[in-house]
């Protein structure tokens, strides 16, 4: 079945740094979503991607979908400590009609 | 902004009980979810639901559990005979199309014990 992937699974970040989260899945997609939760609370959704190779910018959250539509990546500039949380990618394939497969997270830490 | 409320949240039942964890979804939206995740772990798919039936569920949604839209707001999920491996926190989700952007409810957190 499909399979999402994402890495790293933590992520410690010093405030004003750079970092880049990675989604790979086993099949291609028809879409991927990126959603954050912070602790304690629930997925809130980013994005959609769908088109091959699209990017989207949301400030200062750079997303992209690749070619063969079976990976992604979040790239956060300047981290700042309201970047707090746990990013998921969510894939959708073509075949799997109302199911959006999550990937297993990555949890990012900010320190000041 | 609109949001998916969920009620309990948080319930303790023992293990063998029936439970019925309740959602109101967007009134605008279609298509209605549950997933879980298990502390810490990541958010698994139990269910989708549109049109009144089930559209597609994983191999976790077995015979035990359940779903209905009594009323054309509520949503519920029922778990027949609680195990401890259940204890996790339930989301509900609605999106107004297939699929796309869905917006979660706060969770109930069932712990059976």
């Known amino acids: 079945g499909q399979q999402v992937m994402q890495i790293p699974q933590y992520q410690h970040v010093q405030e004003g740094e750079d970092f880049t989260t990675y989604c790979n899945s086993s099949t291609t997609l028809s879409n991927i979503q990126w959603y954050k939760q912070r602790p304690g609370g629930h997925p809130v959704f980013l994005i959609q991607l769908v088109k091959s190779g699209e990017v989207k910018k949301q400030k200062r959250l750079t997303f992209q979908f690749g070619e063969a539509k079976k990976n992604s990546s979040l790239h956060i500039t300047a981290t700042q400590t309201t970047d707090v949380g746990t990013y998921f990618c969510?894939?959708?394939?073509?075949?799997?009609?109302?199911?959006?497969?999550f990937g297993a997270g990555t949890q990012v830490v900010v320190t000041p | 902004e609109p949001e998916v409320t969920q009620t309990p949240s948080h319930q303790v039942t023992q293990m063998g009980q029936e439970v019925i964890l309740r959602c109101v979804p967007i009134s605008n939206h279609l298509y209605f979810y549950w997933y879980r995740q298990i502390l810490g772990q990541k958010v698994e798919f139990l269910v989708s639901?549109?049109?009144?039936?089930?559209?597609?569920k994983s191999e976790i949604f077995d015979d035990q559990f359940s779903v209905e839209r009594p009323d054309g707001s509520n949503f519920t999920l029922k778990i027949r005979s609680t195990k401890l491996e259940d204890s996790a926190m339930y989301f509900c989700?609605?999106?107004?199309?297939?699929?796309?952007?869905?917006?979660f409810g706060s969770g109930t957190r069932l712990t059976v014990v």
């Open positions: 969510a894939g959708q394939s073509s075949d799997s009609w109302g199911k959006l497969q």
């Open positions: 639901f549109y049109n009144n039936e089930i559209s597609e």
């Open positions: 989700a609605s999106s107004e199309f297939d699929s796309y952007g869905y917006t």
